[in-house]
């Protein structure tokens, strides 16, 4: 027997010290390290499509060594060409002396010729190669993706995420107001087949501004709708947290009301199985911000008044703006209000009696709108 056995150190000790020496040479080494500054970081990436060839441009986040921050002067854009995504990607990453890195991408932009094409087509391959997370945002640009991208807006100098930024602003105020690549998916195997993807529109060539969108149906571009569009989607698949709504000669000609939107919430319900009424139930919490007209009145009676007149020109142009939005997709026959999912899900029954997709748009739809207003700029004498 060897002596430090003697000294009370047995076979376990040695196992361990043998281990433990063994992982320490793992642990020592780098193989598989990625410089920070050998790295360009996709944060954005536009998909275009002409006839039969892609084109993507990416905005690349490129940090220096030594460097506390990001600013403007570290993005770069490059672009490539190809009969498809992956092709069109090897050449943009033959313009860069550094690694494209695309996990870290948070935003992808698809031009209308994607659209018209097949919406599937613009990130199928960065779905399987797992570049793209469920969790991205994406928008619609009328005309050509790329050109987003260029822009430069003033706050961009100062924000290089501006237009990620510009998205989260608008969630912060509307919940649900986004579109993610997991919402594309899903549309494209539900029942409805149908999303709503929000636009963005580059004005005189240095404002971004987040207007309107493209209904899209079986991954292809059925229309382009406006913001007075989107408010009716908002009303019904979004909550409002932040928004306000003008109302026009409320108690005489001349008279405004603003009130602000605290918080809102849409239900659905099954009113009538044959043939198919759907009720939307649309309750909202709201402030009066400003009042050019009514300011003091008698008593309590005609406090009361002011006040009914207020809530019902208000639940009077909610349920104005939801009409409008619903007759639209009606008429397109494309369900981006995602009524036929909900059918589905908690009515099986009665979805099984109609093809969604032929069906919507003779389906009834009735909306009622209740309102609460929580705070009143009208004194009683």
């Not at 060594?65 to 854009?77: H, P, V």
């Not at 430069?152 to 608008?170: A, R, S, V």
């Amino acid at each position: 027997m060897l002596s430090f056995l003697h000294k009370g150190i047995g076979r376990r000790q040695i196992f361990s010290l043998c281990l433990l020496s063994l992982v320490m040479f793992v642990l020592t080494g780098c193989w598989d390290k990625k410089e920070f500054n050998q790295m360009a970081i996709v944060q954005t990436l536009a998909v275009d499509k002409h006839e039969n060839e892609y084109k993507v441009t990416l905005q690349l986040i490129t940090p220096k060594a030594g460097e506390k921050g990001i600013t403007g002067e570290d993005l770069w854009i490059i672009s490539g060409q190809g009969e498809s995504v992956a092709a069109a990607l090897d050449q943009a990453d033959l313009s860069t002396p550094r690694r494209i890195y695309l996990e870290q991408m948070n935003l992808i932009l698809l031009g209308e010729g994607v659209l018209a094409d097949d919406l599937m087509g613009g990130y199928r391959y960065l779905t399987r190669s797992h570049y793209l997370r469920r969790s991205n945002y994406v928008l619609a640009i009328k005309g050509e993706a790329g050109e987003i991208i260029a822009a430069k807006p003033e706050l961009g100098k100062i924000d290089i995420f501006y237009l990620t930024n510009l998205i989260k602003d608008q969630e912060r105020k509307i919940k649900n107001s986004v579109t993610l690549v997991n919402d594309c998916l899903l549309a494209a195997h539900s029942t409805t087949g149908a999303v709503f993807i929000p636009a963005v529109i580059l004005e005189a060539k240095e404002k971004l501004t987040l207007d309107g969108g493209a209904l899209v149906k079986n991954n292809q571009l059925v229309d382009w709708v406006d913001q007075a569009w989107t408010e009716s989607y908002y009303w019904v698949c979004g909550e409002i947290k932040q928004k306000p709504l003008v109302l026009q000669d409320v108690w005489k000609a001349g008279d405004m009301v603003v009130l602000e939107v605290e918080k809102s919430r849409c239900h659905l319900v099954v009113k009538q199985q044959q043939p198919l009424v759907i009720g939307l139930e649309i309750e909202a919490e709201l402030d009066m911000v400003d009042n050019r007209g009514v300011h003091n009145v008698a008593d309590e009676k005609e406090l009361e008044q002011s006040l009914e007149q207020v809530r019902q020109r208000a639940e009077q142009e909610i349920e104005a703006i939801v009409k409008e939005g619903l007759d639209k997709a009606q008429s397109l026959n494309c369900d981006a209000f995602n009524l036929g999912q909900w059918l589905a899900a908690f009515h099986q029954s009665v979805a099984a009696q109609y093809d969604w997709q032929k069906d919507f748009k003779d389906i009834e739809l009735e909306v009622e709108v209740k309102t609460e207003i929580k705070s009143l700029l009208i004194n009683q004498k």
